[in-house]
């Protein structure tokens, strides 16, 4: 093999996937010695990795051009094994834009959130080990979205949940970090069982396990084991997305895992599990032109962000409430993919673009406020701002990317799924749709909310006496998340040409999978359908952030010229003048701050029923739990059988 | 050629600064906040104060002292107010008045819902800024005020959606010059049956977004100390106090450009004194009057009366829409 | 001509805090008087304000009682200049039948500057808008000299 054929780019998604196993292996077999660096205790370990997730990157990122601009699907077999008498033998790689989109979004995040371990990961033990299981994580996942081949799915989801499980409970001396990997473990083994059970029931009846063969072999011959192994899949890869009734899992796991373990669970583990569902419904079984197959999808997808997005409010934990938005959020990817158009596809995934950007961010700030006090319980902390500038400015881009507030890019993402939703109300003319737009939009406020919660008990307010000390975080975390928060804003101001660039090409090869199973070498009888994106609500970031510009601007220069900035202000030797103190009806000053969980207490007072309800169905229990997955399963089997 | 594009920056800065964007907002707002404090004087038989009043406390605002608090944030507590009124003034620019319109093609009605919460936001978090805990309260109270009121303000825009798009023959319609461009073509939307219901909620919201009697719990000043603005002193209020009043000019002219679109002569500068005309009108009824007659509700019954009363209110329209009446 | 129409306009909006510093009540229910139909001192720009940082006017009630006398200095120091400080009723000037207890502070003009006051037991409503509309003129001149 000479030089110019290793570097050809067809080899790049096995090269991307190879790095990080490889970066995992050399990590473990450099020993688990501590460094004597106390600033970096990895090591060169942690620059390993940090090389093999940005070689990963690179290697991804250089695919764009021919695969989404140039709409090339590449199809890779393992040592050259390719088709034998109409069957696929060998493993193979295909990687089309979907898989492609998702790759991308798994790299980044991946890459950023090494850059931030090096600096986060520094009072744990066991270091080392940390970079091995990351870098396993990593390249389990990329391996999950890049594979052509159903089994390999299946391997890909076993190494990321062993990974992710030993991740959650890395810190065994926080508390309920052992119980919640119990958790994720019993409810995750479920899910990758069912997996399992899929795979082996198809493969029972097609003699295959490859993604585009299945995928020409399985419509029109669907029996009751075919729609069985379905549910079982769906049910598996529901698991993996964390979608209801999986949510509580989530919580756990975030809330006791570090922070940049937070950023892969709930921006790239999600992802794994959504790509998987739209693998299975749109590619593999096809059934996405049911009625009953979008109603599904986007009921699932409705109940998840509405009840998310409640539970999320009764939170007090930082990270927890976090987790229980990133569920939020995954409902709206997965009610915009459900709709089955084109528009659909394209706002949901680009939300899940979104989602693995802001979200990352969010918990890099959570895991930076955790990092200097030590504490996310928001009952405890307060006026961080002071202390933590930067991290307070990141942080709040990420919480108005979230709660889609213009011009961020939550919104650009939240504005078209709205519109997809309200265009399929009025082209099928169903109702229902139209309240998933309502409950969209509602959620939306919910999540603000929220986050206005969050910004009002960690960092302004007023600041306990104990974290008079606290420092800004190191430059290496900053960075990290300075990377994603111009992402979401760059993102957020050019939806044309992030849709035009990533998701429309992405959204078109969902809906061609006949050039999915052609591109694999298998014939195919599917038409080449055509695609529109059509919208018809306007909105234009950068003209409209040019007219704030110049509106602030002119602001800005009455305010100057009327000397707004001069202030009184509390002089440094001044420490008693009651004039700067605060207002408490003339009583001394003391510490009192409004925040923590009940914040909102107007409107939960309201639905306080709603609330005592959930407070009870989530018992923290891991039986219950199980349970829900074995009523879910069930669940679907008969969903499957009756409408499929 | 640069000539043109010099005189086309000149037009649009003057869309900025003058009409529809600062001037007018400025003047306008605050002659609505002054009618409507008249008017609830004259309704409590009292004299009441002077038409200019607002037009005085800002000014006496501006030239009061400002004092940052100790436990401040300094930066987020003097930044915040400008942000929200430069927010809302560019609001202002994307809604019709009769067929003009400032900056079309760039923002339509769902997006105007979500530019109205960037003011809200620069209220609340400036008020986190301040560290006070009425303040905390305060905002606390101002985003229930928010979620109550987005659900109907929601279905209210999605059923003028969906009644100019059927209309229209294309199913659905989110631009506000489309909606403009209907009304005037085929008079005013509150003409239709089912935008009847949609108008009496909107009309129901504008107290309750602007903050007024008996939802302005926010910003109660028996009880939490002003609220949100407790620690808030000199320009900084002054700047809170006129975003208020070209909040009220906001909604009010939202209310007209989207149930009474249409009225007008096509000379932009009688319609802009019609449109003010009836957003003094919606003021005097929506605000002045509710005023006038109501005592404040606790916040809980605030989130009620909105998702119930006027969600149903609003829900009706939209099924009154989606079946074409 | 700004400096000028901010003056104008401190004496056409001032804004009042009331701080009661243990009165009988008498003097407050005479100065929410004030604000009743009847007299309307509304038609002045006169507005009762929330908090002290909104205030021009501070307007004193009661004979500063020991308990009180912290809480009042803090309020009074909290109020943004230019700032005029009324007292009402005979109590915070000379502690009137209170005057010579232990718990008594009066007057308060021992401990900080009082620009108008307001005599009287409790003082009518006229006399009270008269001595209001005495500290504008204070407040305005106040300005003035800035």
Partial sequence: ?644 | MTANIFLNGLQYLGYILIFPGFLFCFLCGMLLVGIDRKLVARMQKRVGPPILQPFYDFFKLCGKETIVPAAAERTTFLVAPIVGLAALVVIQLFIPIHGFTAFSGMADIIVILYLLLIPALAAILGAAASGSPYAGIGLSREMVTIIACELPLVLVLLAVAKTVGNALGTGLCFSMSEIAEYQLQNGSLITKLSMIPAAIAFAMVIPGETGSHPFDTAEAETEICEGMHAEYSGAPLAVFKLSHAVKVLTLTSLFVALFFGGIGTGIIAFDGVIVFALCVVATALFISFVHAVTARLKIEQVFKYYWTVVSGLALVSLVLAWYGM | ?146
């Fill in chain 1, 1 to 644: 093999m000479n030089l110019a054929n290793m570097t050809d780019y067809h080899h790049f998604p096995i090269y991307s996937v190879m790095v990080l196993f490889l970066g995992a292996f050399i990590i473990a077999a450099c020993g688990s010695k501590p460094s004597k660096d106390p600033k970096n205790p990895a090591g060169f370990r942690a620059w390993i990795a940090l090389c093999a997730t940005a070689l990963s990157l690179f290697f991804l990122g250089s695919l764009v051009k021919p695969v989404m601009l140039e709409g090339e699907i590449i199809s890779y077999w393992m040592g050259s094994r390719a088709i034998a008498g109409g069957y696929a033998i060998g493993i193979a790689m295909e990687v089309d834009a979907l898989s492609l989109f998702f790759a991308l979004l798994i790299a980044t995040a991946v890459f950023v959130s090494a850059i931030y371990s090096i600096r986060y990961m520094v009072h744990d033990e066991c270091v080392p080990q940390y970079y091995v299981l990351y870098c396993m994580l990593a390249g389990g996942v990329l391996g999950l979205v890049l594979s052509g081949d159903i089994f390999n799915m299946f391997i890909m989801v076993e190494i990321l949940t062993f990974a992710a499980v030993a991740l959650t409970s890395f810190r065994t001396k926080v508390y309920g970090a052992l119980e919640a990997a119990f958790k994720y473990l019993v409810v995750g083994c479920m899910g990758s069982t069912a997996i399992l059970t899929g795979v082996i029931m198809l493969y029972a009846q097609y003699h295959t396990l490859n993604l585009a063969q299945l995928a020409n072999l399985i419509p029109g011959t669907m029996n009751n084991a075919t729609k069985l192994a379905f549910a079982f899949l769906y049910i598996g890869f529901s698991t993996k997305a964390f979608i209801v009734p999986f949510h509580p899992l989530a919580a756990d796991a975030h809330g006791a895992a570090p922070a940049s373990i937070s950023v892969l669970i709930s921006g790239v583990l999600t992802k794994s599990g959504i790509y998987g569902i739209i693998r299975l419904t749109y590619f593999l079984f096809q059934t996405m032109n049911l009625g009953s197959m979008q109603f599904m999808l986007v009921f699932i997808g409705s109940i998840s962000m509405f009840v998310c997005v409640t539970m999320a409010l009764a939170q007090h934990d930082f990270k927890r409430l976090l987790a229980y938005h990133s569920i939020s959020q995954i409902g709206y990817v997965l009610a915009a993919v459900g709709l089955s158009t084109s528009l659909g596809i394209s706002a949901g995934l680009y939300h899940a673009m979104n989602h693995t950007l802001f979200k990352g961010l969010l918990f890099l700030a959570a895991g930076a406020v955790l990092h200097e006090t030590g504490t996310t319980d928001l009952g405890k902390l307060g006026g961080l701002s002071k202390k933590m500038p930067h991290t307070t400015v990141l942080f709040l881009i990420g919480a108005f990317s979230i709660s889609g507030v213009p011009p961020f890019n939550g919104f650009a993402s939240k504005w078209m799924i709205y519109q997809a939703t309200y265009q399929k109300a009025v082209e099928s003319n169903n109702i229902g749709f139209l309240l998933v737009t309502v409950i969209a939009l509602v959620t939306s406020t919910l999540t603000l909310a929220s986050f206005v919660k969050v910004s009002q008990s960690v960092f302004f307010g007023q600041m306990p006496k104990e974290y008079e000390n606290v420092k800004e975080v190191p430059f290496g975390m900053r960075l990290a998340m300075g990377i994603l928060a111009c992402l979401c804003i760059v993102t957020g101001l050019f939806p044309k040409t992030v849709t035009g660039v990533l998701t429309e090409p992405a959204a078109r090869a969902v809906a061609n999978v006949g050039e999915y199973i052609t591109a694999m070498g298998f014939k195919s009888n599917l038409p080449a359908p055509n695609v529109t994106f059509a919208q018809v609500g306007v909105w234009e970031p950068i003209n409209w952030l040019l007219i704030l510009c110049i509106a602030l601007l002119a602001l800005t220069i009455v305010a100057v010229a009327g000397k707004y900035d001069r202030v009184s202000e509390r002089t440094e030797d001044d420490t008693v003048d009651t004039k700067y103190q605060l207002f408490y009806g003339g009583e001394k000053n003391v510490y009192s701050q409004v925040g923590g969980g009940d914040l909102f207490w107007g409107f939960k007072h309201n639905w306080r029923h709603y609330f005592d309800f959930m407070h009870n169905l989530h018992s923290g229990i891991v039986n219950d739990y199980a349970l829900w997955a074995v009523v879910a399963l069930a669940l679907a089997i008969v969903y499957m059988m009756i409408v499929l």
């Fill in chain 3, 1 to 146: 001509m700004f400096k000028k129409l901010i003056a104008e306009s401190t004496a056409k909006s001032p804004w009042l805090f009331h701080i009661n510093s243990g009165s009988c009540n008498g003097c407050d229910i005479e100065l929410v008087a004030v604000l009743t139909p009847r007299y309307d001192v509304e038609r002045l720009g006169f507005k009762l304000a929330g908090s002290p940082r909104q205030a021009d006017i501070v307007v004193v009630t009661g004979p500063v009682t020991r308990q009180s006398l912290d809480r009042v200095l803090s309020a009074i120091s909290q109020v943004p200049e230019p700032r005029c400080i009324v007292t009402m009723g005979s109590c915070p000037q000379s502690g009137n039948v209170f005057k010579g207890s232990y718990s008594v502070c009066a007057p308060l003009s021992k401990y900080v500057h009082v620009d108008v006051d307001i005599a009287g037991c409790a003082p009518k409503p006229e006399a009270i808008m008269d001595g209001l509309v005495k500290a504008t003129e204070i407040l305005k001149q106040k300005r003035g000299q800035k």
